[in-house]
């Protein structure tokens, strides 16, 4: 089984409608990340989470909100989505010993608005 | 503000051929650097990190980073690549910016391994 977990894995929806993202991890880290991925942009930061009453907003978070229901778990809204919110969504998550502790990913999920 | 920059969004090289990955950074503050790679479909997996000492760093499967305080750059090198190299590769940095934290990721450079 992944140690981190999205889903769902695909999904197409239309503008304007509630979405929301789910991802789990077993790792036992206290850290959590979303990042969308666009061609050719890389990965830009969401928000972030260093435990479950730490929520930060990242690069990117306007159209966007994030809950941390418990360490393990963390999901990602879009309230009204827009078509300009198509990307392929990633959660990562870290150990919370420093910030010299790499991320590990989910296998993404790819959302299309239309 | 931050930013890591990928000088190549391609680099098409021949099998066992040599190849460099560029990376440059732009940072006042101390930095940690990471190197990941990512297969069709799939997340994103660590290559290596360079976090302190010695600034030359290795991978498991053949792949080197060395960083450059002065140019601020970590460019990832391979001396001979194999056909299932073919990826993309992120260079990515982490660092403490006054009341939070950056975790900046570069554009990405697809290697595209031919035989």
């Known amino acids: 089984d992944a140690d981190v977990t999205q889903t769902p894995r695909n999904r197409i929806t239309k503008t304007g409608k509630r979405i929301m993202l789910e991802c789990s991890q077993t790792?036992?880290?206290?850290?959590m990340y979303w990042y969308r991925q666009d061609p050719g942009l890389g990965l830009r930061l969401i928000y972030y989470s260093f435990d479950v009453k730490d929520i930060n907003k990242g690069e990117i978070s306007d159209g966007y909100s994030v809950s941390r229901q418990a360490q393990a778990k963390f999901s990602l809204s879009l309230e009204s989505a827009i078509p300009n919110q198509t990307a392929l969504y990633f959660c990562a998550t870290s150990a919370s010993r420093g910030l010299n502790q790499p991320q590990h990913f989910g296998d993404g999920t790819r959302l299309s608005i239309l | 503000a931050q930013s890591v920059t990928q000088l190549d969004s391609q680099v098409p090289v021949f099998e066992e051929a040599p190849v460099e990955l560029r990376c440059n950074y732009s940072?006042?503050?101390?930095?940690?650097l990471f190197w990941y790679v990512q297969y069709p479909n799939q997340g994103l997996q660590l290559l290596l990190k360079?976090?302190?000492?010695?600034?030359l760093v290795e991978s498991i499967n053949g792949f080197e980073a060395e960083f450059n305080k002065s140019q601020t750059s970590f460019h990832l090198r391979k001396p001979s690549v194999h056909i299932s190299d073919t990826a993309e590769y992120f260079c990515?940095?982490?660092?403490?910016?006054?009341?939070?934290?950056?975790?900046?990721f570069g554009k990405g450079t697809r290697l595209l391994v031919k035989p």
């Open positions: 360079y976090l302190s000492g010695s600034t």
């Open positions: 940072s006042s503050v101390s930095v940690y």
């Open positions: 790792k036992g880290h206290d850290r």
């Open positions: 990515a940095v982490t660092l403490s910016e006054g009341q939070g934290f950056s975790f900046i």
